[in-house]
């Protein structure tokens, strides 16, 4: 059983390309984000990552696994595909409560999305076989729950989520690249 779980898991790093790419992703979808709520608002801001999040990051990254790895996503019927498929409409149903309620929590917003990814960052680990992710989903846990303790301005915090994720996404990258 255990090396069923260790094949399917490598098969899931083969053919997302290590996991890089929806940190990578996100991390320009949360600049945008930032920028957007900086230069309109935090509910518009709240829009571009509802949206980004919920319709971007999962094309663009099948388009990078079949770039980077040939194949855009997991077999029907392979064992992890369906832990994949719940995570990433976890975490679209998750943003879309959030953007619902940002006209209320306009300084809550970034940073409850923030623990909203991070939290979902954690089944990854399984998915993945990689622990890498649970250092990721907890540094960004972590920083939403600072910025919440701290009532920080609610701006700063989707700039510091895109450099969590950009620094995610490397981190994967270079592991993957010097795995395979």
Same mark, same amino acid.
């Given at each position: 059983?255990?090396?069923?779980?260790?094949?399917?898991?490598?098969?899931?790093? *083969?053919?997302?390309?290590?996991?890089?790419?929806?940190?990578?992703?996100?991390?320009?979808?949360?600049?945008?984000?930032?920028?957007?709520?900086?230069?309109?608002?935090?509910?518009?801001?709240?829009?571009?990552?509802?949206?980004?999040?919920?319709?971007?990051?999962?094309?663009?990254?099948?388009?990078?696994? *079949?770039?980077?790895?040939?194949?855009?996503? /997991?077999?029907?019927?392979?064992?992890?595909?369906? /832990?994949?498929?719940?995570?990433?409409?976890?975490?679209?149903?998750? /943003?879309?409560?959030?953007?619902?309620?940002?006209?209320?929590?306009?300084?809550?917003?970034?940073?409850?999305?923030?623990?909203?990814?991070?939290?979902?960052?954690?089944?990854?680990?399984? /998915?993945?076989?990689?622990?890498?992710?649970?250092?990721?989903?907890?540094?960004?846990?972590?920083?939403?729950?600072?910025?919440?303790?701290?009532?920080?301005?609610?701006?700063?915090?989707?700039?510091?989520?895109?450099?969590?994720?950009?620094?995610?996404?490397?981190?994967?990258?270079?592991?993957?690249?010097?795995?395979?």
């Amino acid at each position: 059983m255990a090396s069923d779980i260790a094949e399917a898991q490598a098969d899931v790093r *083969r053919i997302y390309s290590g996991g890089w790419g929806g940190p990578a992703v996100s991390a320009v979808v949360w600049l945008a984000a930032a920028l957007t709520a900086d230069m309109v608002g935090v509910e518009t801001g709240a829009a571009v990552l509802f949206i980004g999040g919920a319709v971007l990051i999962f094309p663009a990254n099948l388009a990078l696994n *079949r770039i980077m790895s040939g194949h855009a996503d /997991l077999p029907a019927g392979h064992p992890m595909r369906g /832990l994949a498929i719940q995570t990433a409409a976890t975490m679209s149903v998750v /943003l879309l409560a959030l953007w619902m309620v940002a006209p209320w929590i306009p300084g809550a917003f970034f940073p409850l999305a923030m623990i909203a990814v991070g939290a979902h960052y954690f089944p990854f680990a399984h /998915l993945y076989g990689e622990k890498a992710f649970i250092i990721a989903g907890a540094a960004q846990c972590v920083a939403g729950f600072l910025f919440l303790a701290l009532d920080a301005p609610g701006a700063v915090s989707p700039y510091v989520m895109a450099g969590l994720l950009t620094t995610t996404a490397a981190v994967l990258f270079f592991r993957y690249r010097r795995s395979g």
